[in-house]
Nanobody, 124 residues
Framework: QVQLVESGGGLVQAGGSLRLSCAASGRTFSTYVIGWFRQAPGKEREFVAAINWSGGATYYADSLKGRFTISRDNAKNTVYLQMNSLKPEDTAVYYC?????????????????WGQGTRVTVSS
C-alpha cells in the first residue's frame, strides 16, 4: 500500500518555474514506478512523466521534453517534478501515481495508487 500527497502547486506567470513534490508513505516506496499526470479543465487526464524505482530511467510526454524534469529521492520517499518555462496551457491539476513495473508507464489505468492532486495555474 502506498499513499501519495502532492504539493508545490500555485499561481505562476508564463515563463516561470515550479517544483512539485509527491511525498509517499510506505516502506516499499522505492520499488514503485512513479508517474505524474495532469488534467486541464474539460480535458482527459494525460501523462506527463514517469521515473523508475532507482531514478535511473525517466520518461516524458513528447510535448514536454526539455521543460519538465522528474527526479526522486528514495531516502525521503519523495518524487519531484521540476517545471520550467511554464505556459498557460500547462494550467491543470497535477497528480502523482504509483505502480509496480515500468511497462505501460504512460497509461493512466496501469497505476494503482493516486494522490489528491495539486493545482497549477499559469497566467499569461
Amino acid at each position: 500500500q502506498v499513499q501519495l500527497v502532492e504539493s508545490g502547486g500555485g499561481l505562476v506567470q508564463a515563463g516561470g518555474s515550479l517544483r512539485l513534490s509527491c511525498a509517499a508513505s510506505g516502506r516499499t516506496f522505492s520499488t514503485y514506478v512513479i508517474g505524474w499526470f495532469r488534467q486541464a479543465p474539460g480535458k482527459e487526464r494525460e501523462f506527463v512523466a514517469a521515473i523508475n524505482w532507482s531514478g535511473g530511467a525517466t520518461y516524458y510526454a513528447d510535448s514536454l521534453k526539455g521543460r519538465f524534469t522528474i527526479s526522486r529521492d528514495n531516502a525521503k520517499n519523495t518524487v519531484y517534478l521540476q517545471m520550467n518555462s511554464l505556459k498557460p496551457e500547462d494550467t491543470a491539476v497535477y497528480y502523482c501515481a504509483a505502480k509496480q513495473g515500468i511497462l505501460a508507464y504512460g497509461t493512466r489505468s496501469a497505476y494503482n495508487y493516486w494522490g489528491q492532486g495539486t493545482r497549477v495555474t499559469v497566467s499569461s
